[in-house]
């Protein structure tokens, strides 16, 4: 009988606990913050791409940071429209930050052309040598007057190009070839350089562009390859590392000067972290890439230091004319050990 009882009252006691608990989840409101500032962040890249997980990465940070006064809204995969139209918006305060390629900023502060000279770097060492040093620093004074800030280097390997009918084994069969670029006055004349024609056309049109014919091929770097798809149509990749061009996150001046120098501060060191988890990321990234589109029918073409050397000799135009007035700075990056 004792035992009984004794079961009775700690079932009666649990189930109390039990609906306690219930009740008071359903009723007691955990008082939430409300952001002072809700703000937009433009990626043209998918979900999973490590660009785009470097900024959900910053927006934790920055909103975890401020104790939730920031909350930054990531809108990927081109949702808020190409990298041009992108910069615009930026420019204006219509969006408040992105991750943008130098191919398309480099029109608008000129002495970013530099950093993405064909052949300019012996490797990807190198190239984070010059934008984690002195040289990266003074390049980001660029931006001044752009109506952007520059927060970050974001990585963005190395490109090369691809093509659907036939492979290019030489600078030969690369001759009068129609080849997509970004919407990047350099990267246009680089491709005229050796041989190719230029189309210049935004990220999220070239899948069907390959698939429809409209154009031979494309170049960029081997997570892009994949991640777009553009290996199921453009099997043939040729390794030759034509351009090194790294990748910029901003916000908007208008943006930046509405904020309070406290959380300006909390901004920056955010996209500082942000680009190291990216970099990390991207190492990581490019291997799989690689692996899987080679899966996956990706025929791959390496290129003999001799013929890399034709390619590296054609693009010299390409020096003269955007950056005569940069000679020394080149040199500066050439020399740097
Ligand atoms: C890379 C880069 C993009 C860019 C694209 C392009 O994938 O990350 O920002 O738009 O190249 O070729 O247009």
Redesign the pocket.
């Known amino acids: 009988m004792k035992k009984i009882k004794r079961s009775v009252l700690i079932f009666t006691l649990i189930t109390f606990f039990t609906v306690f608990l219930i009740l008071y989840h359903l009723f007691h409101k955990v008082p939430s913050v409300v952001p002072e500032y809700v703000l937009t962040y433009a990626e043209?890249?998918a979900r999973n791409y490590p660009?785009t997980l470097g900024a959900y990465y910053f927006a934790d940070l920055v909103n975890e940071k401020t104790e939730g006064k920031i909350e930054i809204l990531i809108y990927d995969s081109s949702a808020l429209g190409s990298?041009p139209s992108v910069i615009q918006q930026l420019q204006i305060g219509g969006i408040d930050f992105s991750?943008?390629?130098i191919?398309?900023l480099a029109d608008i502060a000129p002495p970013l052309h530099v950093v993405q000279l064909p052949y300019l770097y012996r490797d990807s060492e190198h190239m984070w040598k010059v934008l984690d040093g002195e040289i990266g620093q003074r390049l980001l004074t660029s931006f001044e007057d752009s109506g952007m800030v520059p927060l970050s280097w974001y990585d963005?390997g190395s490109r090369s190009f691809y093509t659907t009918d036939k492979p290019i084994r030489s600078l030969e069969d690369l001759q009068g070839m129609r080849i997509r670029?970004?919407e990047s006055s350099l990267m246009e004349d680089l491709i005229s350089a050796l041989g190719g024609i230029p189309v210049p056309m935004?990220?999220d049109k070239?899948y069907s562009a390959l698939e429809t014919g409209q154009i031979d091929g494309?170049e960029?770097?081997w997570?892009?390859y994949e991640s777009t798809r553009h290996y199921e149509t453009a099997v043939y990749y040729t390794i030759d590392e034509h351009t090194r061009?790294p990748?910029v996150q901003l916000i908007s001046k208008a943006t930046w000067d509405k904020l309070p120098e406290q959380y300006q501060t909390i901004i920056m060191e955010c996209a500082a972290k942000s680009a190291e988890y990216e970099r990390l990321l991207w190492k990581r990234r490019t291997q799989s890439s690689k692996e899987y589109v080679i899966k996956n029918g990706c025929l791959v073409i390496d290129l003999s230091p001799e013929e890399i050397q034709k390619f590296r000799q054609a693009s010299l135009p390409v020096y003269e004319k955007y950056c005569s007035d940069y000679m020394d700075l080149i040199k500066e990056i050439q020399n740097l050990k």
Request: proline share 9%; no cysteine.
């Open positions: 043209n890249q660009t990298e991750r943008i390629s191919s398309t963005a670029v970004p935004a990220f070239v494309a960029n770097n997570p892009s061009i990748e």
